[in-house]
């Protein structure tokens, strides 16, 4: 018979949630307080914020088997090759290389539970990275009869990373294999990810948020959804990526901070979007902000080309086919995508020390 740990449990750490939704049998984490979410999304959307992608169920046990009684909704319909809702449970998380077990959920709201056997058997971490693009309700976890379970204590480096669907994770195979989820795993940091799909367009209320959340590292992807929805043009872009680094620098004065420009995007590198930006446009302004900001005494700011982490040469790693807008990393692409990002970290000291 399996011992069951409620979802409220205070042994279970859901790390890289920025609140949590507790209501009658289940707990929901959020990327935003979600009593103010609407703040944060005034227009819409609401619902990526209650996405977890980048969150994790963090626990130590020494059971063989696991359990997950949960609630999780169908992912939105999207251009291109549609998201599944899936769970990674990684075994030997406090390893260097854990073992990654795939799950896909049953996505309908209602209750449903999934199992998972052939966990190590000794105390070790288990982590359950969470589905990318599905809200999600975790109800119970279930493990063997006899099995211990404790909190996982450890502390590493926190990173709060802002972004659009390409961070949020679109087409990667699994939540623990999107390149957020990859580079926090390959550098040994804590990721709390901000990224809303549709919704990365220099709001101020993601300044602040960023802001208050602890961080030793910062970085943030900045372009795509600007130019394709037309929030900012030529004039108010390199002012508004002024005002939100200056936000967020009032709680983390001198964090490192690198801001990431668009990577490649076939079809729109050289098309106006509707404030007449272009993509090679947008990333042009993004670095002139930048070094504007440096100019001015950041210099714990720094800027990373996208077309030096995913270019021209990587379009054949894009998700959608040919005929359809290319702009998310597939599942190779993900795990380029990660290697060239924390290399451009690395290449300019961005990297916080080890806890």
Do not use: K
């Not at 967020?248 to 076939?266: I, M, N, Q, Y």
């Amino acid at each position: 018979m399996a011992t069951w740990v409620p979802h409220d449990d205070p042994r279970l750490r859901y790390r890289g949630a920025v609140s949590l939704q507790r209501e009658s049998g289940w707990t929901a984490p959020w990327r935003v307080p979600y009593e103010e979410a609407a703040l944060h999304l005034p227009e819409g959307g609401v619902g990526r914020a209650a996405m977890p992608a980048g969150v994790r169920i963090a626990f130590r046990t020494n059971s063989t088997s696991l359990a997950c009684r949960y609630h999780a909704d169908p992912p939105p319909r999207l251009n291109g090759p549609q998201e599944v809702a899936r769970i990674d449970v990684v075994h030997d998380a406090d390893r260097a290389h854990p073992t990654i077990t795939t799950v896909e959920l049953d996505a309908d709201g209602d209750a449903h539970t999934m199992h998972v056997t052939g966990l190590p058997g000794r105390m070790t971490t288990i982590e359950l990275w969470l589905p990318t693009y599905s809200q999600f309700r975790l109800r119970a976890l279930g493990l063997d009869s006899e099995a211990q379970v404790q909190a996982d204590t450890t502390e590493r480096p926190r990173w709060v990373h802002y972004g659009s669907s390409v961070s949020q994770g679109r087409g990667a195979a699994s939540p623990a294999r999107a390149w957020p989820a990859l580079v926090a795993r390959c550098a040994g940091w804590d990721l709390t990810s901000l990224a809303m799909g549709a919704a990365c367009y220099l709001q101020p209320m993601a300044a602040r948020l960023m802001r208050e959340l602890p961080a030793d590292l910062l970085t943030a992807c900045i372009g795509i959804n600007i130019q394709a929805l037309g929030t900012h043009n030529a004039d108010s872009l390199i002012a508004a990526i002024v005002g939100f680094v200056r936000t967020v620098r009032e709680g983390h004065p001198t964090t490192t901070f690198t801001v990431l420009s668009t990577v490649v995007a076939p079809d729109r590198e050289q098309t106006p979007g509707p404030s007449g930006l272009t993509i090679a446009e947008t990333r042009m302004h993004v670095r002139r902000a930048v070094e504007l900001l440096r100019e001015h005494g950041d210099t714990e700011l720094h800027y990373l080309d996208g077309l030096e982490v995913f270019g021209p040469d990587q379009a054949e790693l894009l998700l959608e086919p040919v005929g359809i807008d290319r702009l998310h990393p597939s599942p190779v692409g993900h795990a380029v995508f990660a290697d060239r990002f924390l290399n451009g970290l690395r290449a300019r000291g961005c990297v916080p020390l080890t806890v």
